[in-house]
């Protein structure tokens, strides 16, 4: 047994020296913490006292647990965790992955994140080993280790702060006199792109920030898109340096700008690139996607260009307008309480393309919809209760989507489906409950109030309106005489357009046209907004208007890996319940005031007759019975407009009322449900303590 034991030892020794070889032979370097732990391990074995064996037995334990947990640490597995959310949002989407697998050059992440600060916030704290998790994860998901990931503490006053300021990463403000460092920086050969900071309350979006700047940093040759719009996406904003859907666009994608002429400056935009003749049409093998925001005044000639651009394969993504909120802000008044004047037109339409395809589409007035309406009825908050294609691939990962003061889509032709022909599918529509309203209503000053009622009038068996559809086949040309400007030219010459191949008169290739009922639903407030720190800032997704027109253009030109990372905005739920009761009681309410108001306007029509009278005959001033009839009249319009104020007190009341029943259930359910609980549980034990 002696023996044996002075073998163990003699081995253990061995292990020992092997263990402090290996920090200067490389070819033991693998080797290194296996003979430490088989070292312990064999000299745990050599002591007689049993208390020793304990001793070492549970330092061999503690040694175990920690190389295990390195071991764990190190693999792709040991930063999976059980996502129990509804939407999955916490699990990487499948073009995540795909975009990591298919990485064909080198990433370097660089992250910094000052760990040791004072009054470091709670949410900060919270949120750093989330983003820990999140990026390791992805580094053991990228192709052949080609994703570097450098953790990078910037101490103040230290090379490693240096590095993050010149990185442009944000410094954070913790205290008075300390601050924070938590972004990061990806590049890949020369191409370089900065996460300023990792915003706690963003949290939903950190999959979409680093995927999409290592798919930026890795992209050579992005895909080019025409913008067409009656707004100059490159100034204004949130920002003041544009729209922030165009900063966001221009990550991904090469826009061209086409102004509401595109033909006029197409020739730029191929020299610039390189492409050759310009062929005068939109050529959808150079231009993939053309996006349409708001074509107010469009020309016959550049509506005739889209549905050329159609009619060869080309994908158009139309956002129209009853009401553009942008374009009203960019009108500047005269003088002071004149109506303002200039600017965007407000409204916007497809006359031609509409006419075609039997869309209807009020220019003037816009859709109040009861089920998705906000505390501002032209505002629309629509779930997934407004989208009725569970399998489309750009609405999938859509939680929420907002208007603002949209239109309706609907048939000119009752008798024919819009796009006949075609395929037509209704991505986004509305409820049953709602109404239409004319723009003008907005300007007066009993505008509010009739919004507020405006659901009073509204039928429950009107079909359905769509704010997004979309149509899909070979088009049929909406100018069957070819182009406007040459309506004028002799038979002759256009039959050598024709030959030319300038204009076509039936598709030749399948096209695709997105209808989008508000233009508004693109800019800041409504998709993105700026959130600012220092001198610089971040841009936050507040609704899924800008990855939804985003996953459209991913489908055109061929590129689905972003779709659903970029979509994970914050989920917005609506009341359904008590917006279906504040519906009925407004109903009533709405006819009961409509009913009063009749009765006042009665009454101020009758006394106006009798005054009228009087006006004619001066000796009937005098006269009692007229007098008494005018006192009537007054009192009977007095009555009326106090029970109107009445009425809308008693309104306003039971909806109070209604909202506090709500939210005193909502606290209370879950109290009054664990005390009863704890009762019964409590009456049980004692029940079964008597019995004994």
């Known amino acids: 047994m002696n023996a044996l034991k002075y073998l163990f030892f003699s081995l253990s020794v061995a292990a020992f020296v092997g263990f402090a070889l290996s920090f200067g032979q490389e070819a033991l370097s693998p080797y290194r913490w296996p003979l430490l732990f088989g070292g312990i391990v064999l000299l745990s074995l050599t002591p007689n006292s049993r208390v020793i064996r304990a001793a070492f037995g549970t330092a061999v334990l503690a040694v175990l647990v920690f190389f295990v947990t390195q071991f764990l640490s190190d693999q ?19 073009g995540t992955r795909s975009i990591l697998s298919e990485l064909t050059e080198p990433v370097t992440i660089n992250y910094y994140v000052t760990r040791d600060v004072d009054g470091t916030p709670a949410s900060f704290k919270r949120h750093i080993p989330r983003v820990d998790s999140f990026l390791r994860e992805i580094k053991s998901l990228a192709n052949d280790g080609r994703i570097t990931l ?6 103040p006053n230290t090379d490693e702060e240096d590095a993050a300021l010149l990185d442009q990463v944000q410094q954070i403000d913790v205290t008075q006199d300390d601050k924070m460092i938590f972004g990061a920086s990806i590049s890949s050969l020369e191409k370089k792109t900065v996460i300023p900071i990792f915003d706690p309350e963003q949290e939903t979006q950190l999959e979409f920030q680093v995927i999409s700047a290592i798919a930026e940093v890795t992209m050579r040759n992005a895909p080019v898109i025409g913008l067409m719009s009656a707004h100059n996406l490159d100034i204004g904003g949130q920002s003041q340096q544009g729209w922030l859907f165009n900063e966001i666009l221009k990550r991904s994608y090469d826009p061209i700008n086409l102004s509401m002429q595109p033909l006029l400056n197409l020739p730029d935009a191929y020299e610039e690139r390189d492409w050759g003749e310009n062929p005068e049409f939109l050529d959808p093998e150079k231009i993939k996607l053309i996006l349409l925001i708001h074509p107010a005044e469009i020309t016959p000639q550049a509506e005739f260009a889209l549905d050329q651009y159609l ?4 994908t158009v993504i139309a956002c129209v307008d009853p009401l553009s909120m942008v374009a009203q802000q960019s009108a500047r008044p005269m003088a002071p309480g004149m109506p303002p004047q200039g600017g965007t037109p407000p409204s916007s339409t497809l006359p031609e393309l509409f006419k075609k395809h039997n869309v209807a589409f009020s220019a003037s007035q816009i859709i109040i919809d009861r089920t998705y309406a906000q505390q501002n009825p032209t505002v629309l908050l629509l779930n997934k209760d407004a989208m009725p294609v569970e399998d489309d691939i750009s609405l999938a990962p859509i939680q929420n989507l907002a208007l603002l003061a949209a239109g309706g889509f609907s048939r000119l032709d009752k008798d024919r489906p819009i796009g006949p022909g075609l395929e037509s599918t209704r991505l986004v529509e509305s409820s049953y409950k709602y109404t239409f309203v004319d723009k003008q209503i907005l300007s007066t000053q009993q505008g509010a109030q009739q919004l507020r009622f405006a659901l009073g009038s509204r039928n429950e068996s009107d079909e359905k309106q769509a704010y997004v559809t979309h149509l899909s086949g070979t088009f049929e040309s909406a100018f069957p005489d070819g182009a406007p400007a040459e309506a004028e030219k002799t038979a002759e010459e256009k039959t050598d357009s024709q030959k030319e191949g300038s204009a076509l008169s039936s598709g030749t290739a399948r096209g695709n046209l997105y209808l989008i009922a508000d233009s508004d639903f693109l800019y800041d407030g409504l998709a993105y907004q700026f959130q600012r720190f220092g001198q610089s800032g ?14 459209l253009i991913d489908q055109a030109v061929g590129s689905k890996h972003l779709i659903g990372a970029r979509a994970r905005t914050p989920l917005y739920r609506t009341f359904t319940v008590l917006k279906d009761k504040e519906a009925e009681l407004e109903k009533v309410a709405g006819d009961r005031i409509n009913e009063l108001q009749e009765k006042a306007a009665q009454a101020n029509q009758e006394l106006q007759k009798i005054r009228s009278q009087l006006t004619e005959n001066n000796s009937a001033q005098s006269n009692s019975e007229y007098q008494a009839q005018i006192a009537e009249f007054r009192k009977a319009e007095i009555d009326a407009r106090k029970e109107i104020r009445e009425e809308q007190k008693a309104y306003q009341a039971q909806i109070d009322t209604l909202k506090a029943g709500v939210f005193w259930k909502s606290i209370l359910i879950v109290p009054v ?4 609980i704890g009762l019964l549980v409590f009456i049980w034990r004692r029940i079964l303590t008597h019995a004994r």
Do not use: C, H, M, W
Not at 150 to 155: C, R
Not at 540 to 548: L, R
Not at 673 to 676: H, P, Q
């Open 150 to 155: 450098n953790f990078i503490d910037p101490e």
């Open 673 to 676: 449900a664990v005390i009863l």
């Open 538 to 551: 971040f841009v936050q997704t507040i609704s899924g208007n800008g990855p939804f027109v985003l996953n």
């Open 311 to 314: 009619l060869r394969g080309g």
């Open 76 to 94: 792709s597995f040991a930063n999976k965790s059980i996502d129990l959310t509804e939407d999955n949002r916490y699990t990487l989407t499948d």
